[in-house]
């Protein structure tokens, strides 16, 4: 299939300019004005913004374990319709993703879908904090990010040795962190509110004591670690702190952190509640904030799919988290103002960097993301509207699950067309 | 914001005027069960349903027995010892009891938010809440409330209706032990508050919820002085497993600390007011001997909460909802 | 009436307004005492008369009228307040009146009531007064006295005595106190 984009504005990683582009066998055979529409299915991206698709390296996609929630299918769907050529499946699946046939299976599930899947393997058994997982057999079949999230590594000791035993590797550990000693069972932010609404608190220091913990053993052993969803201030500032140091260590936040606030748990809806929990709206603000300065590296969905039986539990019953994929783009975009360049930083070439999917990386089995848009490169593209308008709904997801807290939301930017591979996955809004 | 024609789900917030409006009414329903036949037929055909998913035997009893007395039909839903455990959907269950056609369901739940939750699945059925978590229990807040006003209104030879919160002014309560787990703090302190009384709140730094910003009470730094200083002393209930060197390192300890005990009565006014929500654990928030004394009105506020449940399903159901 | 209530018919636009004055105070005292006469002359005596006065407009009517009954027969006769507020059969279909203090406490098995209210309209208070009064036990009988008929029955229900029969439009209001009685529009309370 040969594809042109016609008319948009290609968005590089510092410039934007008006070109046209020509995909044919998946790569980017051309870029330019007026080019040749022969032959071709023509994309009409005019008044939009045509960059590399997106990466998401936080993508829970329940498979295996809890199939009702969300497959690997349902969630790949998902993804290209938010716009995403690439996901990082979390390995905190039942059983958890911790051993070579598991990973292998996903990996295989994966490659049946429309998008790149790659896996994050788990750093410990079970995610148990335990006993370290076969990191090395599982770096073999292409994991580079390791992980127990839904929780941290909450040992020191065993965190040390992670690090110590994944720095050689080239892998990167990405951590949860919540001291769960210290939120013990928490349900949204300590402090003020949920002082007043009787629900227990899971203090943001809960949060801030373990990534000052992991900082120090980052310098301490020489490994790299990725800051999973930050949610306050202060743990941004630590990390930005530990990068001017030059320690190896990368961070990303989650739309809900910059665009809600701790204020929306008043309603006692458990669709908003994820861990960490949503913040005052003074972290928020300073999230927001800091999505233009470089500070963050990459904006990851969390995308947490739960059944309805499970998320119309009572607040402190139900499950932490919340669906991202199809609804990110547009609030990343609506946070960021007309900024393309940081707009494509923080959704395609930062967190495919960090996931180690661009074309310099070692990549088993999967194409190349978060690149530049120019010939020879794989035609993983994405052509964003930043000005349409619409409004979240749960009824309209291509997720299993309907556990958005965007419902009714108004939202500017939309996703016109998904290519992956060179395909056309998403044109003018609809799944192909 | 009035209760009436609306659900009561908290007291937070409610303005002086609404919770005035509900001791007035209650007053009036107080009359009625001093009566030999103690039902007025005003919610006649009216069903209400009382969803208890944590077992309180008295305060079920206390609603029944005030729907009944306003001549409503109840059905009664022991969900605690029934098949809905924990995990089963609040939405799944409160859709099977509306099947049943309710006007009203009064909602007992272990989580904070569940009555707030309920309302939102059924927004033609008024809710009320019986206790949600650790948040709030607006009808034990109304019932103290109503409670003090008709002691001082007898003291004062005043007629508590038309006393409005001219008693409270001034008046100095304090609430003393489990703050931060306890719903029905929270709702004494936004009555006492909203009716214009002074509140001081005892406890132990691990009692005290993480933050009181906002919270319209000062902290007691010395218990003894805290207690000369009440007109009010509303104990509440101190959980057994709170004593086990998770929030405070032994119930004895708390006792000798923050326990009224028969040693610190002489400190209190003689006048002074002693609460306490029930059901107590005799020894530990409050001495045996100290429970039985004439300041003590424990048994006044149970028999309080019937005519203050009336008011409230009288008021909220008898309204017209405004949509 | 609350607070709440006041503010309520204002924001309905429901207060009253007077249009015209009926009767004088003086009228009034003379239609209590000719009442006063004739419930002794119907009751031959007092002995088991209890005096009831339905809140709140005929509290004060039924402790005037007790008085006159007791300074003209020398005994006392009882009287007590009764709100019906709990038995109408209009419930929900008007903003909630807040209720006021029922007085009466002893058992009316074998007693004389004389029912006394301000107003005799469309009769459906008084039927809310008989629904109530029989949980007070069994009286003898209950005799209905107003101070002001002022017709347009909705239930077979007649006043056994009446100090002034008033036709009024059916939009019209009527407020009747022992201070006198005025016709006017709104809600006279
Ligand atoms: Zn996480």
Not at chain 1, 2 to 25: K, Y
Not at chain 1, 141 to 160: A, H, I
Not at chain 1, 323 to 334: D, F, I, P, Q, W
Request: net charge negative; aromatic share 4%.
């Amino acid at each position: 299939m040969n594809l042109v984009i016609r008319g948009g504005t290609i968005v590089g990683p510092d410039t934007v300019f008006r070109a046209d582009i020509r995909i044919e066998s998946g790569v980017i055979v051309a870029v330019g004005e007026a080019l040749s529409t022969a032959n071709a299915t023509i994309i009409d991206a005019s008044g939009c913004w045509v960059g590399p698709a997106f990466v998401d390296i936080h993508t829970h996609l329940r498979e295996p374990g809890r199939e009702a929630a969300e497959t690997i299918a349902s969630g790949a769907l998902a993804a290209a319709m938010g716009g995403f050529s690439a996901v990082v499946a979390m390995p905190n699946t039942e059983p958890a993703l911790d051993n070579v046939p598991l990973v292998s299976y996903v990996l295989a599930q994966g490659a049946k879908t429309a998008i790149d899947v790659a896996v994050a393997g788990a750093i410990t058994l079970g995610r148990k904090g335990e006993s370290l997982a076969p990191l090395a057999e599982l770096a073999a079949l292409g994991v580079r990010l390791f992980t127990d999230d839904g929780t941290g590594v909450q040992n020191p000791l065993v965190m040390r040795r992670a690090l110590e035993y994944a720095a050689p590797l080239g892998l990167r550990l990405a951590q949860h962190c919540e001291d769960e000693q210290l939120a013990n069972g928490g349900v949204m932010n300590e402090g003020v509110l949920s002082a007043q609404l009787g629900l227990a608190g899971r203090s943001a220091v809960a949060e801030e004591l373990m990534v000052q913990r992991d900082i120090a053993l980052v310098r301490l052993t020489g490994g790299r670690v990725h800051f999973l969803h930050l949610s306050t201030a202060t743990s941004l500032a630590m990390v930005t702190a530990a990068r001017l140091e030059g320690l190896d260590v990368t961070c990303e936040v989650a739309p809900h952190h910059f665009v809600l606030s701790e204020e929306a748990c008043r309603t006692f809806d458990p669709q908003f509640k994820v861990h960490p929990p949503l913040r005052p709206e003074a972290d928020r603000a300073a999230l927001h904030a800091a999505l233009s300065t470089g500070a963050i590296d990459a904006v990851a969905t969390d995308h947490a799919p739960h059944t309805p039986e499970l998320k119309d539990l009572a607040f402190d019953e139900a499950p932490a988290g919340m669906l991202g994929l199809e609804h990110v783009a547009a609030l990343t975009n609506e946070a960021l103002g007309a900024n393309p360049v940081a707009f494509f930083n923080l959704l395609s070439r930062g967190p495919a960097r960090i996931a180690q999917l661009r074309a310099s990386d070692a990549r088993v089995g999967l194409s190349a993301h978060g690149g530049v848009i120019m010939v020879g490169e794989d035609a993983n593209v994405v052509v964003f509207d930043p000005s349409q308008t619409w409004v979240g709904d749960r009824n309209a997801l291509h997720s299993k699950a309907t556990n958005t807290p965007y419902h009714g939301r108004p939202l500017v930017g939309r996703v016109r067309s998904t290519i992956v591979k060179g395909r056309l996955v998403v044109h003018e809004g609809v799944l192909q | 914001m009035s209760i009436r024609g609306a659900n009561l789900l908290t007291l937070d917030g409610m303005s002086r005027e609404a919770i005035l409006d509900v001791l007035d009414t209650a007053e009036s329903f107080f009359e009625v069960n001093q009566r030999t036949i103690k039902k007025v037929p005003v919610l006649k055909g009216r069903v209400v349903a009382s969803l208890f998913f944590e077992e309180s035997t008295r305060t079920r009893l206390s609603f029944e027995t005030a729907a009944k007395r306003l001549g409503a039909d109840v059905v009664s839903l022991a969900v605690a010892s029934s098949s809905v455990k924990k995990g089963e959907s609040l939405r799944d269950t409160i859709s099977t009891i509306d099947a049943l056609g309710l006007d009203a369901v009064v909602l007992r739940h272990r989580s904070s938010g569940a009555a707030l939750q309920v309302s939102r699945y059924v927004p033609h059925v008024r809710v009320v809440n019986a206790g949600d978590g650790q948040h709030q229990h607006p009808t034990q807040g109304l019932l103290d409330a109503f409670t003090v006003r008709q002691i001082l209104a007898e003291r004062h030879g005043v007629v508590a209706s038309v006393s409005g919160s001219s008693l409270f002014e001034g008046l100095r309560v304090l609430i003393v032990g489990d703050i931060r787990h306890s719903r029905v703090a929270r709702s004494d302190i936004a009555a006492y508050s909203a009716l214009g009384a002074e509140v001081k709140v005892a406890a132990p730094g691990t009692l005290l919820p993480p933050s009181l910003e906002g919270w319209p009470v000062t902290v007691s730094s010395d218990f003894e002085e805290a207690l000369a200083w009440a007109d009010v002393v509303g104990l509440l209930r101190l959980q057994h497993e709170r004593g086990t060197g998770s929030y405070v390192p032994s119930l004895s300890e708390f006792t000798s600390t923050f326990g009224l005990t028969a040693t610190r009565v002489p400190l209190l006014k003689p006048d002074a007011i002693v609460m306490h929500p029930g059901p107590m654990n005799r020894g530990v928030e409050i001495d045996s001997d100290v429970a039985d004394l004439p300041q003590s009105v424990i048994t006044r506020q149970v028999a309080n909460g019937v005519p203050v449940r009336m008011a409230v399903l009288y008021l909220s159901l008898a309204e017209k909802k405004e949509l | 009436m609350t607070h709440h209530e006041e503010r309520q018919d204002r924001q309905r636009g429901l207060a009253f307004v007077v249009k015209s004055q009926l009767l004088t105070a003086e009228d009034v005292s003379r239609a209590m005492k000719r009442m006063a006469h004739e419930v002794i002359e119907r009751n031959q005596g007092l002995d088991n008369v209890t005096v009831v006065g339905i809140q709140r407009g005929g509290v004060a009517i039924a402790e005037q009228l007790a008085t006159l009954l007791g300074g003209i027969g020398q005994v006392a006769v009882p009287v007590a307040a009764l709100d019906v507020t709990y038995y109408r059969d209009d419930i929900g279909e008007h903003p909630l009146k807040g209720a006021s203090m029922t007085t009466l406490r002893d058992d009316l098995t074998n007693r004389t009531v004389v029912l006394v209210d301000d107003v005799l309209f469309t009769g459906r208070t008084i039927r809310a007064a008989f629904a109530a009064l029989a949980d007070w036990g069994r009286p003898t009988a209950v005799q209905l006295a107003v101070l002001v008929d002022r017709g347009h029955r909705e239930l077979p229900i007649r006043p056994d005595f009446v100090g002034k029969n008033l036709p009024t439009a059916l939009s019209e209001s009527v407020r009747a106190t022992l201070d006198g009685v005025w016709l006017g529009s709104g809600v006279a309370r």
